[in-house]
């Protein structure tokens, strides 16, 4: 049986005291089903930023609470499924981003979906490529909006947070409450403009305590690499962060010798932005998991 939150269970900030909007027992099919990161007000090429309600933006759906989850544990998270919307909206905005200093107009533009395309401006079909936004679980303490990313995960807006991948957390309070929500049907690395193609959809998930306690998360699981994320206030920081979470996990958990690691990290490890344009600067370092194997470990 699969159970189903719908997108008017919302919160806009991850916190110890939300109210979960359901409970779940580890390893339960659960799917969300989210708003665009505007809560659906733009809906025409007419509706402009400035008329926006900033108090309904970046909305997550949930908080699901799952059974059995206490602070410290590791959490992960199977990206089953990630489905979007029929259309997607996209903003420029004077003074944000990082072309804000030379953007003076504000524009909307609808992407509508079509055969697994989307549709630029009656001119460009871009493949989808779905991914989610904001994805996380609540810190122990404190509330950090849901724009803001951080080591709970939030607005990291990171690609690889995609259909058949796996994400990491570590619980900062029992139950977890988790979330998520700003899905986009397609996003360059970067999110050079603030948004990527906006829009709703569903995550179908199953969350579970696996037993890699001091895994640095967030952390993330594909087929064919994993990688860590990191978050900071600048570009330099937070890739600072990322590389050495990941020596961290080569050398801690994989059992390689420091120097070794470092040189396989420079030889085959790719650090990638995620988003340059949040009050928090995210980047991640992917690593591939067949060297992995080579030495025995596998997730």
């Known amino acids: 049986m699969t159970t189903k939150v719908t997108r008017d269970r919302l919160f806009f900030a991850f916190e110890p005291m939300l109210i979960p909007a359901i409970h779940v027992a580890q390893g339960e099919d659960v799917v969300l089903e989210t708003h665009d990161c505007f809560e659906g007000q733009i809906q025409t090429p007419f509706d402009l930023i400035d008329k926006l309600d900033w108090n309904h933006v970046n909305p997550a759906t949930g908080p699901v609470y ?7 544990d590791i959490l992960r998270v199977d990206l089953l499924e990630v489905k979007i919307g029929q259309q997607s909206s996209m903003v420029t905005i004077p003074g944000e981003g990082v072309l804000g200093d030379v953007i003076t107009k504000m524009e909307t533009t609808i992407l509508k979906l079509e055969n697994d395309h989307l549709v630029f401006k009656d001119k460009i079909r871009i493949p989808k490529k779905p991914m989610i936004g904001v994805i996380g679980v609540a810190p ?6 849901n724009g803001t990313p951080g080591p709970h995960g939030g607005n990291m807006d990171c690609t690889l947070m ?3 991948n796996s994400v990491y957390f570590t619980v900062g309070v029992e ?3 988790f979330g998520a929500g700003d899905f986009h049907a397609a996003m360059g690395d970067g999110e050079i403009v603030v948004c990527g193609a906006e829009t709703s959809g569903e995550l179908h998930f199953q969350a ?14 594909s087929p ?3 990688a860590t994320i990191y978050s900071a206030f600048t570009i330099d920081e937070a890739s600072n962060g990322a590389v050495h979470r990941m020596a961290q996990f080569l050398t801690e958990f994989v059992k390689i010798p420091l ?3 470092g040189m396989l990290m420079s030889l085959v490890g790719q650090l990638k932005f995620c988003q340059v344009v ?8 992917e690593f591939p998991k067949w060297i992995l194997a080579e030495y025995g470990f596998s997730l």
Do not use: W, Y
């Open 175 to 177: 139950g977890a409450l």
């Open 208 to 221: 579970q305590v696996v037993e890699m306690k001091g895994l640095p998360t967030p952390f993330v699981e």
């Open 224 to 226: 064919e690499l994993i």
């Open 162 to 164: 995609c259909e058949g």
């Open 140 to 145: 122990s303490s404190g509330s950090v909006p």
């Open 259 to 261: 120097n070794d690691a």
């Open 278 to 285: 949040d009050p928090l600067k995210t980047v991640r370092f």
């Open 66 to 72: 799952i059974e059995g989850t206490k602070p410290g």
